[in-house]
């Protein structure tokens, strides 16, 4: 394996951390970004044409900087720009950094379009990926030979299939390659029978295969192996009542964990304490925190809310520097008993997901959060019918929710509650329970653009 | 990564073959497997209690045997065993022979019976798996560096997943992880976007993606970038008319590989010659060749007809000895220009998919290569509608075949060709195209029981 730089183990540090990276402080981990930042700057300007035409659009030379805050004085780099590369110079797009025969694995994510878009990896690349990824892992508790089982969708090119496994591999856990493809019949039969003391994959599906198995009639999914569950990829684990229903569900600690596909599987994640995702990309991604609106930045402190900017560090093939994530979240603490020192943050949605009701700012997860409240009456499955052109609108916000019971009681008392709690006016429309289940191991939709945009 | 005592690489040999032992003399392999056998036997006795009992009800001690020929005083280990192993002594049975925490991976089979069966392994044991299929993919001109896409299922903890993955790293080339489960339309839109030189997957499957290219309008599979396939998990890639049907679908050459989920993936496979599957399990895995009625040795000699049996050499995890893979082989040659010293062999059938109409043996591969030489009348789907007890009947065999034109013309035609090449009587119940189709990345059905047993 290469090396890449020393910031990568193979071995847990002692204790509750994977990674002393996580542990160093601000000037230190500055000092560090710093460094990668101006060799990483000097590398996209040598070796890709797409950042050196960037970067002589704004007439900047690639470097070096003297501190991490003239970063901001780079341009940001769009989703829609790197699917133009792509289209423009396939296979891997201009922005590829890395001569092709040195690219050991590519990955594909479909996009918002539905065109896929194409990631790369040298062996170098895939080592960083594994490393962060192993030090959310070792966050939520898991140790090297625990057997888990892998409850992402394993094929399509997906990050979380086969980027997974191989981060399992390199923190020495021991594997389950099953997959949410597999369908809850054969995953359940497969936990009984090998017992995994943990399991990853999307929230909404581990809660389907959860209670497919206590619908099944062969015994609760509390009974089962599971102790320790990581989810990620789409909204849901870090809403509370969410949480707390797949923990009762499976008897078993759930800690989330968020990453892009264009850059890394999971570069934040939940240590012991659960109370929100501490960063773990120190030494491979840059981030920033930007105004969702004025892009400008804003610091990474408690209360704050903005989208997250990312910058790839030693990134040798598809690096990214100050990609826009479009996901807004909130810095929700910056100390933790755990000792790492990255502040915690949550995911309140996608910038682009964010709804305003009458000059209200609505995130999906705070919907699901109030309607997860009143379970039973609401299943938790709902969708925003967004039947407005952008993201504003001055009339009452078009739910479709899953109920049970009676349909215009439960609609009136949806209604109530989110006026109570978030302080918007919405329109419900009750749905039977099931009516809006998402095909198993898909991502939930949560948005039905009706707007003809 | 640990040795695995000499016998794997992680660099080709200079020229057509992957390792130095795919080319040694009987004499010096025999002197290697009995050398490993003796080790592999010792370790049994001492790990194992499934085979230190085994070996207690034959009176048989675990060795050392003098010469090779005495393997066959051992017993046999039947998939019903093994079966039962697991569900005795969860989870991986009381044939499992090394500590659950040196485990690193576990891969799940279906199993004939639906129960799934489980599979080991050790890194040393994931080490032999990678070294026997980059022999395979070697020998039909997969080259490190090469772009490959992975066209077999990925999930299900399928042994045509995770584990081939690990062996196009292991050999160094460069892999697109996409999976059958993505579908025809995604992974025909990832081809034109990155143009892999490779593909493997099920014959079956590539003849329908083949398929569902050119009928989509955006032009020929056989202009796409694909130059070599390599195929494997049922019947039909050593079938010359779907050979040939794929070789020009896709403008590619199309070569054979035949492994054994409870053994590894691939451990025969044709090299550019593609007169047959040579051996490429050198130092793994101990191949016997026995007569399916009697079970007494065969020698691998051509035309040599019988069941392939298999001892695993340094195997950690799930060792099996003398295990039954109940396929019957033919071998069709013992020179090769390539230099290979094995036999080449061609896949018959299962021994229990071998059918006796009216004193006639009859395997299912023959009538496939009889309806494919008859298309486009027969568009080579088919069953055989097993309406008697055991394998034998004296009635006409009843089949469903999938016909264009005129149902009757065409349901006699094919029964004369039946009786002309086969010298079998059949009753062909004519289908329209499409009425057999298998679910894309599944294997093809070939047997439709109605017995009752």
């Known amino acids: 394996m290469s090396d890449v730089g020393g910031y990568a183990n193979r071995e847990p540090m002692d204790g509750d951390v994977w990674s002393k990276w996580e542990l160093v402080g601000s000037t230190e981990l500055d000092r560090l970004h710093l460094n990668r930042l101006n060799e990483q700057l000097s590398y996209l300007a040598r070796q890709s044409p797409f950042y050196r035409r960037k970067f002589e659009e704004v007439g900047r030379r690639a470097g070096p900087l003297k501190s991490l805050e003239e970063l901001a004085e780079f341009p940001f780099t ?21 001569p092709l025969d040195t690219v050991v694995q590519r990955q594909v994510s479909s996009g918002t379009t539905g ?18 990824q192993a030090r959310c892992f070792y966050a939520a508790g898991f140790r090297p030979r625990n057997l888990v089982l892998h409850a992402f969708a394993m094929s399509k090119g997906f990050v979380g299939g086969l980027p997974m496994c191989q981060a399992v591999a390199y923190m020495g856990m021991s594997l389950l390659p099953v997959g949410a493809e597999s369908g809850a019949e054969r995953i359940i039969q497969i936990i009984r029978a090998q017992r995994p003391a943990a399991v990853f994959g999307a929230p909404s599906f581990l809660e389907y295969l959860g209670e497919f198995c206590n619908s099944s009639g062969g015994g609760q999914a509390s009974d089962l192996s599971i102790e320790r569950i990581v989810v990620g990829s789409e909204i849901g684990g870090g809403v509370p009542a969410t949480r707390a229903k797949l923990e009762t ?32 990309g120190q030494g491979f991604i840059h981030p920033e925190l930007v105004d969702p609106g004025t892009l400008q930045p804003i610091p990474l402190t408690s209360g704050a809310i903005g ?18 994530s479009y996901d807004l979240i909130e810095v929700v603490g910056e100390d933790c008993p755990c000792g790492r020192t990255s502040p915690q943050i949550r995911v309140l949605g996608r910038t682009d997901d964010m709804f305003i009701v009458r000059g209200i700012n609505v995130y999906p997860s705070a919907l699901k959060d109030v309607l997860n409240s009143l379970s039973p009456v609401a299943t938790g499955k709902f969708r925003i019918v967004k039947n407005f052109k952008g993201h504003s609108t001055a009339q009452p916000l078009h ?30 429309e009750p749905l039977e329970k099931g009516a809006l289940q998402d095909p198993p191991g898909t991502k939930a939709r949560i948005v039905e653009d009706v707007s003809g945009e």
């Open 78 to 98: 769009d989703k829609a720009e790197i699917r133009d590369s792509l289209a423009s110079s396939p296979p891997l797009g201009e922005h590829c950094a890395a």
């Open 115 to 132: 065109v896929p878009s194409y990631m790369a990896y040298t062996e170098r690349d895939l080592e960083s990926v594994s490393e962060m």
């Open 249 to 280: 569900l499976w008897g078993a600690s759930v800690r989330e964990m968020y990453g892009l596909s264009d850059l890394a599987n999971g570069f934040w994640a939940e240590c012991r304490f659960g109370q929100g995702m501490h960063f773990t």
């Open 307 to 324: 989208e997250l900017v990312y910058s790839a560090l030693g990134r040798e093939a598809t690096p990214l520097l100050r990609f826009r």
């Open 399 to 428: 739910l479709k929710v899953e109920v049970t019971g009676d349909f215009q009681a439960a609609a009136r008392q949806i209604e109530t509650a989110l006026k109570a709690r978030l302080n918007i006016r919405a329109k419900v």
